[in-house]
């Protein structure tokens, strides 16, 4: 599969190929079991996030019943406002919010970077609970 990025500081974009197998259980094969599992689990928990996020905020919404409508919820369907979360639009809006670090002033950078290195480290730990 080709992978195309972007880098926005420099205005560049490299496609790469890389192989993920044609199915799961040829990237089973390929990656391994545990592998393809993390994978899809962070993956997955992103996704969860987007959707509860997206109901959140909403302040019409009350938790309770963010946390009744989510307990029908399935990865892959779409959300009641009829949007799809998928991990390209995940991914999508990740890339979109990084391309804003270019209004951000010099001095600032060190202090996004490791708040953003924080965050990834705390996601990480969780993720292994």
């Known amino acids: 599969m080709e992978v195309l990025t972007k880098s926005n500081k ?3 974009s490299l496609p790469v190929e890389y192989d993920f197998g044609a199915d799961l259980a040829e990237a089973v094969k390929l990656h391994g079991e545990k592998v393809v599992y993390d994978h899809y689990e962070a993956d997955g928990k992103v996704c969860v996030q987007a959707v509860v996020r997206g109901a959140l905020n909403d302040p019409a919404n009350s938790l309770e019943a963010v946390a009744t409508k ?3 919820w399935k990865l ?3 959300t009641a406002r009829g949007a799809g979360v998928t991990v390209g639009k995940v991914m999508q809006k990740i890339a979109d919010d990084v391309s804003a670090l ?8 060190d202090a996004v970077q490791k708040r953003v290195s924080d965050a990834l ?4 730990k ?3 609970k």
């Not at 270019?102 to 950078?109: E, R």
């Open 126 to 128: 969780s993720a292994r």
């Open 121 to 124: 480290a705390a996601r990480k």
């Open 70 to 72: 989510f307990k029908t």
């Open 102 to 109: 270019d209004s951000i002033p010099d001095d600032q950078l």
């Open 76 to 78: 892959g369907e779409t």
């Open 10 to 12: 420099t205005n560049r």
